[in-house]
């Protein structure tokens, strides 16, 4: 999901300084804890909600859980803009998108 969260370049972890330009950041739709679509968003908190169990991503921290039973964030994607101005990803995620326990079924 693309998120706008300033009008300047946006970094959410150290690391991740090219990440956010112009402020939008993307991360994974699917819930590291059981995979649900994380679709809810508490603007006051700046939280990204997964409708399912209730865990909580901080949005301008890397989308760490803050709450809930996820285990891990949710993975960015690294965007830049083009010289159109499009926006698209520098690469692909850093980490597996989903719950962990797909990956075992990957091996
Ligand atoms: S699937 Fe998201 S909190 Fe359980």
Not at 30 to 39: A, D, E, S
Not at 74 to 82: A, K, R, T, V
Not at 89 to 100: I, K, L, M
């Given at each position: 999901?693309?998120?706008?969260?300033?009008?300047?370049?946006?970094?959410?972890?150290?690391?991740?300084?090219?990440?956010?330009?112009?402020?939008?950041?993307?991360?994974?739709?699917?819930?590291?804890?059981?995979?649900?679509?994380?679709?809810?968003?508490?603007?006051?908190?700046?939280?990204?909600?997964?409708?399912?169990?209730?865990?909580?991503?901080?949005?301008?921290?890397?989308?760490?859980?803050?709450?809930?039973?996820?285990?891990?964030p949710?993975?960015?994607?690294?965007?830049?803009?083009?010289a159109?101005?499009n926006?698209?990803?520098?690469?692909?995620?850093?980490?597996?998108?989903?719950?962990?326990?797909?990956?075992?079924?990957?091996?």
């Open positions: 999901m693309l998120i706008r969260v300033s009008n300047e370049n946006y970094t959410t972890q150290k690391g991740r300084e090219s990440w956010g330009p112009k402020g939008y950041i993307a991360y994974s739709k699917l819930c590291t804890h059981l995979g649900c679509p994380v679709g809810l968003y508490e603007q006051e908190l700046q939280l990204l909600v997964c409708p399912c169990h209730q865990s909580m991503f901080n949005v301008t921290n890397g989308a760490i859980p803050e709450f809930g039973p996820a285990p891990r949710l993975p960015q994607l690294p965007l830049y803009i083009d159109e101005g926006i698209r990803a520098q690469n692909g995620y850093d980490q597996p998108v989903g719950p962990g326990f797909w990956e075992r079924h990957n091996v």
